[in-house]
């Protein structure tokens, strides 16, 4: 008995042992980095007497990753493209083994193996690579608050006798970004971004979202605002809907990792719909977005999760819907409420400061103090409506954009050019 106990403390003391090495091991390795901002340490700079070149520099290269804000920059550069005759993408993170498609980047090469090629894509993970920054010919579009602090960073590394200080970039605005965090770091280095005011041509996603910044006090000695339109594989799609027989499909953008779509409060408006609504079962809850686990909810029924599916595939859920719920603790209106009241869905979304985008066509119901029980009796009036054929969808646009999507990027374009000559 006491070999037994003698033995039993041994092994106790070498697992506390154990336990108090692997707590010193982690302590000694914890990485206190802001982990999104990008090395430094990867780039030449080159004065050389070449054509301009705008670059795009995007956060990643994933498809899987690339949602509404990262396609609309992709169209935005595409414009602005058209005023150069040298042009380049620059992608944060990615593998060009795995995210180089020749179908979605066609006539591009990629740099480190073709330097010379005029239209490139450059990946800065890439082993060995650095990127080539000619210091008078290279204009640059920031998408991200990393990115802009990437190319204020270039900026500052750049010979001033070889720099023009008056010559800026374009912040490409599609969010207000220090609110993807808590108070912390990452907020004030976001905020940061949108301090540099005299390098900084800002371009909003939005005049909503212009006005938001305008009224937080931001302030930019040049500003343009958009209005994005429907996607086009969407658009095309959406030609089918007038002969199209919608079913009891209520659609929820479900976002587990992205806080402002505050997916934890739409799950608990679906608990409280299902117990109250006696016709739930009726109907199938379907979410995409991101993937994530299904959700059992009361009386049965689930809240199925596909995740981020093709656009051919979210077109049909778009047309089948009758519902949808899609949240956006922020002042840009998102997408998916958009996309879901153009194809006569009757969307539940939230207010947001100066956000109702209920005025834009009674597709959209915006909670003004969304709550479990708010939302929830507002997803029931909608099932309701449906299921008696009360009102025929709104048929006005939610969307404001136009074919002409960027009707300043002529002007825009020759104020870069204006500034290097």
């Not at 190319?151 to 006798?161: F, G, V």
């Not at 095309?236 to 079913?247: D, G, M």
Request: with cysteine; glycine share 4%; net charge positive.
């Amino acid at each position: 008995m006491l070999w037994r106990l003698t033995r039993r403390n041994t092994l106790l003391r070498r697992l506390i042992r154990r336990n108090n090495i692997l707590r010193r091991l982690i302590r000694r390795n914890i990485d206190y980095r802001v982990k999104e901002l990008p090395k430094f340490d990867n780039f030449i700079l080159e004065n050389k007497k070449k054509e301009s070149r705008i670059n795009l520099i995007l956060p990643t290269a994933s498809e899987k990753d690339s949602f509404g804000g990262i396609e609309t920059a992709l169209r935005f550069f595409e414009v602005m493209s058209a005023y150069y005759n040298r042009s380049r993408i620059i992608f944060f993170e990615g593998d060009v083994d795995i995210d180089h498609d020749t179908i979605r980047w066609p006539n591009r090469d990629i740099e480190s193996r073709s330097p010379d090629s005029p239209h490139t894509v450059a990946y800065l993970t890439q082993r060995n690579f650095r990127l080539i920054v000619e210091n008078e010919n290279d204009h640059f579009i920031a998408t991200h608050w990393t990115t802009a602090n990437y190319i204020k960073l270039l900026r500052e590394a750049q010979p001033p006798s070889r720099l023009s200080p008056k010559r800026p970039f374009i912040y490409l605005i599609q969010d207000f970004e220090p609110a993807f965090y808590p108070w912390s770091s990452r907020y004030l280095l976001a905020q940061s971004t949108y301090n540099a005011s005299n390098t900084t041509i800002a371009v909003f996603n939005t005049e909503l979202l212009r006005d938001y910044f305008r009224a937080a006090g931001y302030v930019f000695p040049l500003s343009y605002a958009f209005e994005p339109r429907l996607n086009p594989v969407l658009a095309e799609h959406k030609k089918r809907l007038p002969t199209h027989q919608k079913r009891r499909l209520l659609l929820v953008y479900g976002r587990p990792g992205s806080p402002r779509n505050a997916f934890e409060l739409i799950v608990e408006a679906l608990f409280l719909f299902t117990e109250r609504y006696n016709k739930a079962a009726m109907w199938e809850i379907l979410s995409l977005g991101d993937r994530h686990l299904d959700v059992q909810l009361p009386k049965g029924l689930t809240l199925l999760a596909e995740g981020k599916v093709p656009l051919e595939v979210y077109a049909q859920h778009l047309l089948d819907a009758a519902v949808g719920l899609s949240l956006m603790v922020s002042p840009h209106p998102s997408y998916p409420p958009l996309e879901m009241a153009e194809f006569g869905v009757r969307v539940i979304t939230n207010t947001f400061a100066n956000k109702n985008l209920s005025n834009r066509t009674h597709n959209i119901v915006s909670v003004t103090e969304p709550t479990p029980a708010t939302l929830a009796e507002a997803l029931i009036e909608a099932c309701n409506r449906f299921d008696r054929g009360i009102a025929a969808p709104d048929s006005r646009p939610a969307f404001l954009g136009t074919s002409d999507e960027f009707p300043f990027s002529k002007e825009l374009a020759e104020r870069l050019h204006s500034m290097t000559e």
